[in-house]
T-cell receptor
Framework: QKEVEQNSGPLSVPEGAIASLNCTYS??????FFWYRQYSGKSPELIMS????GDKEDGRFTAQLNKASQYVSLLIRDSQPSDSATYLC?????????????FGTGTQLKVEL | DTGVSQDPRHKITKRGQNVTFRCDPI?????LYWYRQTLGQGPEFLTY????????KSRLLSDRFSAERPKGSFSTLEIQRTEQGDSAMYLC????????????FGDGTRLSIL
């Protein structure tokens, strides 16, 4: 079992729709969760962090965390073509040290006109 | 706002050569991380520093890899006797010293081994 799992996609949504990206993790003691956006050939860019169960909203983005189910999701409302990118889920695991991030392989999102 | 800076952006070298990359973190960040990313994968942790101390190294970091952060500011990552499998994007990130502080990445150095 991978430590952080994401569906690689591509996930295609029409412009203006809600894109839903999902991530599961294996370390039950994980405390910190992040979503990064990565455009092709570029480096990861932090878009959301979440630390406690529930929802956290920032503009068009909502992160959802369910520690009991070991599940993190990212919702993008009113999707735009500029949102087309790979979205990386990252976790700081309790068993690790020093805040190192463990990443999933990323979900490719395509927002179609 | 000065972010994480990495140099060079691209490096092409022949197999067997040594290469060195540099990372300048965000100035007030005392934690600095190196990751490696290959096509279709998420970044993988290599090593991290807290100030000048290297506190953890991944099993991915073979003996050919060495990293330093001599004065707790910039860091260098050296790869000796490069191999084809070293071709990847090398990413540097920095953060404040706090369990929940997010990491901010530089633009990366793309290494291609001929």
């Amino acid at each position: 079992q991978k430590e952080v799992e994401q569906n690689s996609g591509p996930l295609s949504v029409p412009e203006g729709a809600i894109a839903s990206l999902n991530c599961t993790y294996s370390d039950r003691g994980s405390q910190s969760f992040f979503w990064y956006r990565q455009y092709s050939g570029k480096s990861p860019e932090l878009i959301m962090s979440i630390y406690s169960n529930g929802d956290k909203e920032d503009g068009r983005f909502t992160a959802q965390l369910n520690k009991a189910s070991q599940y993190v999701s990212l919702l993008i409302r009113d999707s735009q073509p500029s949102d087309s990118a790979t979205y990386l889920c990252a976790v700081i695991q309790l068993t690790g040290g020093g805040n190192k991030l463990t990443f999933g392989t990323g979900t490719q999102l395509k927002v179609e006109l | 706002d000065t972010g994480v800076s990495q140099d060079p952006r691209h490096k092409i070298t022949k197999r067997g050569q040594n290469v060195t990359f540099r990372c300048d973190p965000i100035s007030e960040h005392n934690r600095l991380y190196w990751y490696r990313q290959t096509l279709g994968q998420g970044p993988e942790f290599l090593t991290y520093f807290q100030n000048e101390a290297q506190l953890e190294k991944s099993r991915l970091l073979s003996d050919r890899f060495s990293a330093e952060r001599p004065k707790g500011s910039f860091s260098t990552l050296e790869i000796q006797r490069t191999e084809q499998g070293d071709s990847a994007m090398y990413l540097c990130a920095s953060s404040l010293f706090d369990e929940n502080q997010p990491q901010h990445f530089g633009d990366g150095t793309r290494l291609s081994i001929l």
